[in-house]
Protein backbone atom coordinates (compact mmCIF):
# COMPACT_ATOMS: atom_id res chain seq x y z
CA UNK A 1 0.00 0.00 0.00
CA UNK A 2 1.62 2.98 -1.21
CA UNK A 3 1.06 6.74 -1.86
CA UNK A 4 1.81 8.51 -4.73
CA UNK A 5 3.09 12.19 -5.22
CA UNK A 6 -0.35 13.76 -6.41
CA UNK A 7 0.44 14.46 -10.06
CA UNK A 8 -1.66 17.10 -12.31
CA UNK A 9 -3.94 15.10 -13.38
CA UNK A 10 -4.79 14.37 -9.24
CA UNK A 11 -4.81 18.13 -8.77
CA UNK A 12 -7.31 18.79 -11.24
CA UNK A 13 -9.60 15.81 -9.89
CA UNK A 14 -9.15 17.10 -6.03
CA UNK A 15 -10.37 20.45 -7.75
CA UNK A 16 -13.25 18.83 -9.55
CA UNK A 17 -14.15 17.56 -5.64
CA UNK A 18 -14.07 20.90 -4.53
CA UNK A 19 -16.57 22.24 -6.81
CA UNK A 20 -18.93 19.27 -6.69
CA UNK A 21 -18.75 19.28 -2.41
CA UNK A 22 -18.87 22.93 -2.29
CA UNK A 23 -22.13 23.32 -4.50
CA UNK A 24 -23.49 20.50 -2.48
CA UNK A 25 -24.43 23.33 0.82
CA UNK A 26 -26.18 25.24 -1.35
CA UNK A 27 -27.95 22.69 -2.84
CA UNK A 28 -28.54 20.56 0.54
CA UNK A 29 -30.25 24.50 1.82
CA UNK A 30 -32.35 24.95 -1.25
CA UNK A 31 -33.53 20.74 -1.08
CA UNK A 32 -34.46 21.15 2.43
CA UNK A 33 -37.06 23.55 1.78
CA UNK A 34 -39.40 20.57 0.44
CA UNK A 35 -37.44 17.25 1.66
CA UNK A 36 -36.52 16.66 5.47
CA UNK A 37 -32.90 15.10 5.96
CA UNK A 38 -33.65 11.58 6.02
CA UNK A 39 -35.36 12.16 2.14
CA UNK A 40 -32.78 14.37 1.42
CA UNK A 41 -30.35 12.08 1.90
CA UNK A 42 -32.38 9.03 0.54
CA UNK A 43 -32.81 10.93 -2.64
CA UNK A 44 -29.44 11.76 -3.51
CA UNK A 45 -28.13 8.12 -2.81
CA UNK A 46 -30.81 6.53 -5.21
CA UNK A 47 -29.90 9.56 -8.11
CA UNK A 48 -26.22 8.89 -7.42
CA UNK A 49 -26.15 5.19 -7.54
CA UNK A 50 -28.79 5.29 -10.92
CA UNK A 51 -26.38 7.96 -12.15
CA UNK A 52 -22.89 5.71 -11.67
CA UNK A 53 -24.35 1.98 -12.62
CA UNK A 54 -25.22 3.89 -15.95
CA UNK A 55 -21.99 4.49 -16.39
CA UNK A 56 -20.66 1.20 -14.81
CA UNK A 57 -23.03 -0.90 -17.59
CA UNK A 58 -21.22 1.59 -20.34
CA UNK A 59 -17.65 0.84 -19.65
CA UNK A 60 -18.77 -2.80 -19.14
CA UNK A 61 -17.99 -3.34 -15.32
CA UNK A 62 -20.30 -5.63 -12.90
CA UNK A 63 -20.83 -4.92 -9.87
CA UNK A 64 -18.88 -8.24 -7.31
CA UNK A 65 -20.34 -10.99 -5.93
CA UNK A 66 -18.01 -11.66 -3.01
CA UNK A 67 -20.24 -10.84 0.21
CA UNK A 68 -16.85 -9.47 1.50
CA UNK A 69 -16.98 -6.60 -0.58
CA UNK A 70 -21.00 -6.18 0.15
CA UNK A 71 -19.56 -5.36 3.90
CA UNK A 72 -17.21 -3.14 2.76
CA UNK A 73 -19.68 -1.29 0.78
CA UNK A 74 -21.98 -1.03 3.35
CA UNK A 75 -18.96 0.18 5.76
CA UNK A 76 -18.23 2.73 3.24
CA UNK A 77 -21.49 4.39 3.15
CA UNK A 78 -21.87 4.67 6.45
CA UNK A 79 -18.95 5.86 7.18
CA UNK A 80 -18.79 8.46 4.29
CA UNK A 81 -22.51 8.97 3.44
CA UNK A 82 -25.39 8.15 5.54
CA UNK A 83 -23.97 9.33 8.63
CA UNK A 84 -22.16 12.41 7.58
CA UNK A 85 -25.12 13.27 5.05
CA UNK A 86 -27.81 12.76 7.83
CA UNK A 87 -25.54 14.74 10.63
CA UNK A 88 -25.06 17.70 7.94
CA UNK A 89 -28.50 18.08 6.89
CA UNK A 90 -29.89 17.78 10.44
CA UNK A 91 -27.11 20.51 11.31
CA UNK A 92 -27.57 22.58 8.38
CA UNK A 93 -31.10 23.63 9.64
CA UNK A 94 -29.79 24.85 12.98
CA UNK A 95 -26.63 26.99 12.06
CA UNK A 96 -25.09 28.94 9.85
CA UNK A 97 -23.39 27.57 6.62
CA UNK A 98 -20.19 29.75 7.30
CA UNK A 99 -20.14 27.83 10.87
CA UNK A 100 -20.57 24.62 9.39
CA UNK A 101 -18.22 25.08 6.90
CA UNK A 102 -15.35 25.91 9.76
CA UNK A 103 -16.53 22.97 11.66
CA UNK A 104 -15.98 20.75 8.38
CA UNK A 105 -12.08 22.20 8.14
CA UNK A 106 -11.47 19.90 10.94
CA UNK A 107 -11.47 16.90 8.20
CA UNK A 108 -7.99 17.08 7.73
CA UNK A 109 -6.62 17.75 11.13
CA UNK A 110 -8.79 14.47 12.42
CA UNK A 111 -7.79 12.40 9.22
CA UNK A 112 -3.84 13.29 9.92
CA UNK A 113 -4.36 11.66 13.07
CA UNK A 114 -5.95 8.59 12.09
CA UNK A 115 -4.09 7.90 9.29
CA UNK A 116 -0.44 8.18 11.28
CA UNK A 117 -1.39 5.38 12.33
CA UNK A 118 -3.30 3.16 10.02
CA UNK A 119 -1.83 4.47 6.95
CA UNK A 120 1.84 3.86 5.94
CA UNK A 121 3.40 6.16 3.89
CA UNK A 122 1.22 9.19 5.77
CA UNK A 123 3.05 8.92 9.01
CA UNK A 124 3.06 12.34 11.33
CA UNK A 125 5.98 14.95 10.57
CA UNK A 126 6.39 18.28 12.36
CA UNK A 127 6.26 19.87 8.07
CA UNK A 128 2.47 17.82 7.75
CA UNK A 129 1.42 19.50 11.12
CA UNK A 130 2.27 22.60 10.57
CA UNK A 131 0.70 22.48 7.18
CA UNK A 132 -2.57 21.39 8.31
CA UNK A 133 -3.02 23.63 11.29
CA UNK A 134 -1.74 26.48 8.83
CA UNK A 135 -4.61 25.64 7.05
CA UNK A 136 -7.30 25.02 9.38
CA UNK A 137 -5.90 29.03 10.37
CA UNK A 138 -6.73 30.37 7.30
CA UNK A 139 -10.20 28.77 7.49
CA UNK A 140 -10.68 30.34 10.47
CA UNK A 141 -9.49 34.13 9.17
CA UNK A 142 -11.64 33.25 5.94
CA UNK A 143 -15.19 32.72 7.83
CA UNK A 144 -14.38 35.24 10.07
CA UNK A 145 -15.39 35.62 14.15
CA UNK A 146 -19.09 35.57 13.32
CA UNK A 147 -18.75 31.79 13.17
CA UNK A 148 -16.51 31.67 16.66
CA UNK A 149 -18.52 33.68 17.95
CA UNK A 150 -21.75 31.38 17.92
CA UNK A 151 -19.93 28.09 19.11
CA UNK A 152 -21.79 26.66 21.99
CA UNK A 153 -24.89 27.98 23.51
CA UNK A 154 -28.19 26.70 21.93
CA UNK A 155 -26.54 25.57 18.77
CA UNK A 156 -24.03 23.05 20.65
CA UNK A 157 -26.06 20.00 19.44
CA UNK A 158 -26.04 21.10 15.71
CA UNK A 159 -22.09 22.13 15.86
CA UNK A 160 -21.76 18.66 17.68
CA UNK A 161 -23.19 16.76 14.81
CA UNK A 162 -21.16 18.62 12.08
CA UNK A 163 -18.03 17.72 14.29
CA UNK A 164 -19.39 14.26 14.43
CA UNK A 165 -20.17 14.10 11.07
CA UNK A 166 -16.23 15.52 10.31
CA UNK A 167 -14.81 12.17 12.31
CA UNK A 168 -17.02 10.21 10.23
CA UNK A 169 -15.10 11.57 7.12
CA UNK A 170 -12.12 11.10 8.68
CA UNK A 171 -12.46 7.47 9.40
CA UNK A 172 -13.58 6.79 5.97
CA UNK A 173 -11.06 8.75 4.08
CA UNK A 174 -8.18 6.30 6.33
CA UNK A 175 -10.59 3.09 5.87
CA UNK A 176 -10.77 3.76 2.33
CA UNK A 177 -7.30 3.80 2.01
CA UNK A 178 -6.85 0.52 3.57
CA UNK A 179 -9.37 -1.58 1.05
CA UNK A 180 -7.79 -4.31 -1.56
CA UNK A 181 -6.68 -3.26 -4.60
CA UNK A 182 -9.98 -1.86 -6.39
CA UNK A 183 -12.20 -0.03 -9.29
CA UNK A 184 -12.88 3.26 -8.24
CA UNK A 185 -15.90 3.48 -10.58
CA UNK A 186 -17.35 -0.05 -8.71
CA UNK A 187 -16.70 0.45 -5.77
CA UNK A 188 -18.75 4.36 -5.74
CA UNK A 189 -21.54 2.42 -7.48
CA UNK A 190 -21.24 -0.20 -5.18
CA UNK A 191 -21.15 1.92 -2.05
CA UNK A 192 -24.39 3.98 -3.46
CA UNK A 193 -26.25 1.38 -3.82
CA UNK A 194 -25.78 0.23 0.03
CA UNK A 195 -26.21 3.55 1.32
CA UNK A 196 -29.76 3.74 -0.51
CA UNK A 197 -30.51 0.13 0.35
CA UNK A 198 -29.84 0.92 4.63
CA UNK A 199 -31.22 4.18 4.74
CA UNK A 200 -34.67 3.30 2.60
CA UNK A 201 -36.85 1.69 5.34
CA UNK A 202 -35.84 4.75 8.03
CA UNK A 203 -37.02 6.92 5.11
CA UNK A 204 -40.73 5.36 4.47
CA UNK A 205 -41.13 4.68 8.00
CA UNK A 206 -40.17 7.89 10.00
CA UNK A 207 -40.50 10.81 7.27
CA UNK A 208 -43.59 9.28 4.89
CA UNK A 209 -41.92 10.87 1.92
CA UNK A 210 -45.45 10.33 -0.21
CA UNK A 211 -46.99 12.70 1.68
CA UNK A 212 -43.97 15.80 1.01
CA UNK A 213 -45.55 18.84 -1.19
CA UNK A 214 -42.09 19.40 -2.97
CA UNK A 215 -41.53 22.14 -5.51
CA UNK A 216 -39.87 22.36 -8.37
CA UNK A 217 -36.36 24.07 -7.02
CA UNK A 218 -35.68 21.61 -3.88
CA UNK A 219 -36.65 18.53 -6.46
CA UNK A 220 -34.21 19.90 -9.25
CA UNK A 221 -31.56 21.23 -6.55
CA UNK A 222 -31.82 17.30 -5.27
CA UNK A 223 -31.64 16.09 -8.29
CA UNK A 224 -28.04 17.80 -9.32
CA UNK A 225 -26.96 16.97 -5.11
CA UNK A 226 -27.32 13.47 -6.69
CA UNK A 227 -25.64 13.56 -9.93
CA UNK A 228 -22.81 15.57 -9.02
CA UNK A 229 -22.21 15.92 -5.59
CA UNK A 230 -22.67 12.50 -4.73
CA UNK A 231 -22.85 10.03 -7.66
CA UNK A 232 -19.77 11.69 -10.11
CA UNK A 233 -18.05 13.10 -6.49
CA UNK A 234 -17.89 9.41 -5.22
CA UNK A 235 -16.14 8.46 -7.87
CA UNK A 236 -13.76 11.12 -8.01
CA UNK A 237 -13.47 10.32 -4.52
CA UNK A 238 -12.60 6.60 -4.54
CA UNK A 239 -9.89 7.39 -6.99
CA UNK A 240 -7.90 10.43 -5.62
CA UNK A 241 -7.73 8.48 -2.12
CA UNK A 242 -6.71 5.23 -3.60
CA UNK A 243 -3.74 7.35 -5.74
CA UNK A 244 -2.88 9.76 -3.41
CA UNK A 245 -3.99 8.73 0.31
CA UNK A 246 -6.53 10.33 2.90
CA UNK A 247 -4.30 13.47 3.81
CA UNK A 248 -4.21 14.70 -0.06
CA UNK A 249 -7.81 13.96 -0.04
CA UNK A 250 -8.38 15.70 2.99
CA UNK A 251 -7.36 19.20 1.54
CA UNK A 252 -10.64 19.88 -0.07
CA UNK A 253 -11.72 21.04 3.04
CA UNK A 254 -9.54 23.93 3.04
CA UNK A 255 -9.70 24.85 -0.84
CA UNK A 256 -13.27 24.74 -0.70
CA UNK A 257 -13.53 27.90 1.81
CA UNK A 258 -10.70 29.53 -0.43
CA UNK A 259 -12.92 29.13 -3.66
CA UNK A 260 -15.97 30.22 -2.15
CA UNK A 261 -14.12 33.56 -0.88
CA UNK A 262 -12.17 34.21 -4.14
CA UNK A 263 -15.82 33.57 -6.27
CA UNK A 264 -17.37 35.82 -3.58
CA UNK A 265 -14.90 38.79 -4.04
CA UNK A 266 -13.95 38.61 -7.95
CA UNK A 267 -17.43 37.47 -9.53
CA UNK A 268 -19.85 38.99 -6.66
CA UNK A 269 -17.69 41.75 -5.73
CA UNK A 270 -18.26 41.15 -2.10
CA UNK A 271 -16.67 42.93 0.69
CA UNK A 272 -13.32 41.80 1.84
CA UNK A 273 -11.10 43.15 4.57
CA UNK A 274 -7.00 42.23 5.10
CA UNK A 275 -7.68 38.72 7.72
CA UNK A 276 -9.31 37.41 4.66
CA UNK A 277 -6.20 37.94 2.48
CA UNK A 278 -4.31 36.66 5.29
CA UNK A 279 -6.30 34.28 5.82
CA UNK A 280 -6.37 32.86 1.93
CA UNK A 281 -2.04 33.27 1.97
CA UNK A 282 -1.98 30.82 5.18
CA UNK A 283 -4.08 28.36 3.41
CA UNK A 284 -1.95 28.36 0.33
CA UNK A 285 0.61 28.04 2.57
CA UNK A 286 -0.93 25.41 4.64
CA UNK A 287 -1.13 23.21 1.61
CA UNK A 288 2.20 24.15 -0.20
CA UNK A 289 3.65 23.20 3.19
CA UNK A 290 2.11 19.84 4.08
CA UNK A 291 2.13 18.57 0.33
CA UNK A 292 6.01 19.60 0.00
CA UNK A 293 7.92 16.51 -0.67
CA UNK A 294 12.11 15.85 -0.50
CA UNK A 295 13.71 14.89 -3.17
CA UNK A 296 15.43 10.69 -2.30
CA UNK A 297 18.73 11.35 -0.70
CA UNK A 298 17.79 15.07 1.23
Known amino acids: MTVQTPRATDWVMLGCLCMAWGLAFLLIAIGLKSFPPLTL ?17 WQGLKLPADRRWWLRFT ?96 VNNVYSKRLPTHNGLVTATGSLIAGALVILPFCLVLERPWELQVDAGPLLATIALGVFSTGLAT ?62 GK
Open 235 to 296: WIYFVVVSNCGPNFLSLINYIIPALSFAAGALLLGEPVNSWQFVGLAAICSGIAISQHRRSP
Open 41 to 57: VTLRLVVGAFVLYLIMH
Open 75 to 170: VLTMLGNLIPFTLISWGQLRIASSQAGLLMALVPISTMLLAHFFVAYERLTAQRILGVLAGFAGVTALVGGEALSGLGGASLPAQLAIIAATFSYA
